[in-house]
């Protein structure tokens, strides 16, 4: 087996870990995008593509074809593309990758709901095989919204564009999968009416950032983690998703929606269960995704009795971020000024099994706060002599291991440290590793990787069936409560911590780590 040499000293282009997106090899295949001219696939998935060919980890044989309402020609299509490309890439396009991607394109316009738009979808896929020579994979990816997700996947079974012979057919669904539980079940059933599961891909687009998954490096993977992992050393977990922003021109979304679907039902609870897993036996996809239901299973459910003692929902009201006055969530265009959707959720849930059982899990995420930051704080329990408490010291506190997804992807562990001089004095230092600064390249973005997956066939980043549903059955008495509950809502100040009716979820004079 061959080799790769690493020179201790040497130049960064003599390390491996500076080289960014592995080849992995890739079927040639004919992506089809469902709402390609609307915002997700202009500024993240046509980008993400581009820096898959500028990689080099696009299939040797890759073809596009977008499909939306929007009346336009081919060339039209690759013009829209080749703008947003410009626009939201990551890097600065070469104009002789992009030549090559944007001369693969092609577009229907259409309703999704009209056969017709099938049938040219049915002509262009035949096309694209009989140049190649080969039949393609396919990869329809519904980046649409919520409604049409049934309506697509139905159509595509009743066109025969479910399956193909000779090559693989695979579905790409976004959030949100329904927006309660009954839903989420409908909807599972109606698309496994057309496709098998091992043909659909739920995005998380949370799941493909790197230090989402470098949770599971960092515990599985080191000594000095794994053995601490659990009830006997850990005394809390919090789980933070704060903006920065307000809701801006999404309030015809974000309204239906509000928090608690949006971050804690999806990305959130995913994030739990990379904490709370258990190791697989492998790293394949499901067994991965195993390990995590019996996690979101062991999960104490909330009641309508114990939702009020577990959860806080609250709304931004006016402040002041970055120096700019901003409106309260009621005064934003289009909100209603009854609206009871909450902009800021935290909830406290508990883990019922022998690993975890007695440690809290708080989770908060809200709009309108003092800055953007995704992250994981673990807390260890204080060691039990504290005797180094003198003037001037700040003393012995909890270990802390800070995981954050955004803004600055890395991991942090705060120590206690002497400070100089002849006292014992202690306070806590911090040791840090950043993306940016250990690998020497800019990490990909979580769409590239996930978008390669869907098209090798990998489902360890995308959300089963039964996942879905176990995420819904926490999330759902929630949702029930609260909507039969009325309003007002309590409020906070934009650009502050959050509400302060918060802390009242906190156990044994915890606080809130300072977002």
């Given at each position: ?9 040497g ?31 202009r ?23 977008g ?19 410009r ?17 693969n394109?092609?577009?229907?316009s ?24 080969q ?7 519904l ?34 999968f329904?927006t ?19 043909q ?10 790197e ?15 794994e ?32 928090a608690?679907?949006?971050?804690v ?7 739990l ?33 114990t ?12 402040g ?11 005064q ?11 902009t ?24 309108s706060l003092?800055r ?43 120590l ?21 600064t250990?690998?020497m390249?800019?990490?990909p ?32 008495p ?6 039969a ?24 004079g ?5 977002i």
């Open positions: 087996m061959a080799t790769t040499d690493i020179k201790v000293g130049d960064a282009q003599d390390n491996p870990l500076v080289e960014g997106l592995e080849r992995l090899p890739v079927h040639p295949t004919t992506l089809v995008i469902f709402g390609a001219t609307g915002d997700l696939a500024r993240k998935l046509l980008p993400a593509i581009y820096n898959l060919a500028h990689e080099g980890a696009l299939p040797e044989r890759f073809n596009l074809i499909s939306s309402r929007s009346e336009m020609s081919h060339e039209e299509f690759a013009q829209h593309a080749a703008e947003a490309i626009q939201f890439s990551r890097r600065e396009p070469s104009e002789q990758v992009l030549d090559v991607l944007l001369s394109m092609r577009y229907v259409g309703s999704f709901d009209d056969d017709s738009v099938y049938t040219q979808l049915d002509g262009l896929l035949k096309e694209f095989d009989d140049a190649a020579g039949p393609l994979n396919r990869v329809f990816y980046s649409t919204a919520p409604e049409f997700f049934p309506v697509i996947i139905e159509e595509l079974g009743k066109s025969g564009l479910n399956s193909h012979e000779g090559s693989e057919v695979r579905a790409v669904i976004e959030k949100p329904g309660t539980l009954q839903e989420a079940k409908d909807l599972n059933k109606r698309v496994l009416s057309v496709f098998a599961e091992k659909l891909f739920r995005i998380d687009h949370y799941l493909g950032k230090t989402v998954q470098n949770v599971m490096a960092f515990r599985f993977a080191n000594g000095l983690f053995p601490v992992w659990n009830r006997n050393y850990i005394d809390r977990v919090e789980i933070t998703a704060a903006e920065d922003l307000t809701i801006g021109t999404r309030a015809g979304y974000y309204d239906q929606a509000g608690l679907r949006d971050l039902q999806n990305h959130m609870l995913q994030l269960c990379n904490v709370a897993m258990e190791p697989p036996v492998h790293f394949e996809a499901d067994e991965i995704r195993d390990e995590k239901v019996k996690v979101l299973r062991s999960v104490i459910k909330p009641t309508p009795e939702v009020d003692d577990i959860a806080v929902r609250a709304q931004y009201g006016p002041t971020i970055g120096g700019e006055t901003v409106r309260g969530y009621l934003e265009d289009g909100v209603p000024a009854d609206s009871n959707t909450e800021y959720a935290a909830i406290r849930l508990e883990i019922d099994n022998w690993r975890w059982a007695g440690v809290p899990f708080y989770l908060r995420t809200g709009k003092a953007k930051v995704t992250e994981i704080a673990i807390t260890l329990k204080p060691v039990p002599h504290l005797a180094f408490q003198q003037e001037g010291s700040v003393g012995v506190r909890p270990n802390q291991l800070i995981l954050t997804m955004q803004p600055n992807e890395g991991v942090s562990l705060s206690g440290a002497k400070i100089p001089g002849t006292r014992m004095r202690i306070r806590p230092v911090n040791m840090e590793f950043l993306y940016g250990s690998f390249s800019q990490s973005e979580a769409y590239e990787r996930l978008i390669l997956d869907a098209m090798r066939g990998d489902a360890t980043l995308f959300t089963r069936n039964d996942e879905v549903e176990a995420q819904w059955e926490i999330c759902d929630i949702v029930q409560k609260w909507e509950t009325p309003g007002p809502l309590p409020q906070y100040e934009a650009g502050t911590q959050g509400p302060a009716e918060a802390d009242r979820l906190l156990e044994d915890a606080r809130w780590r300072a």
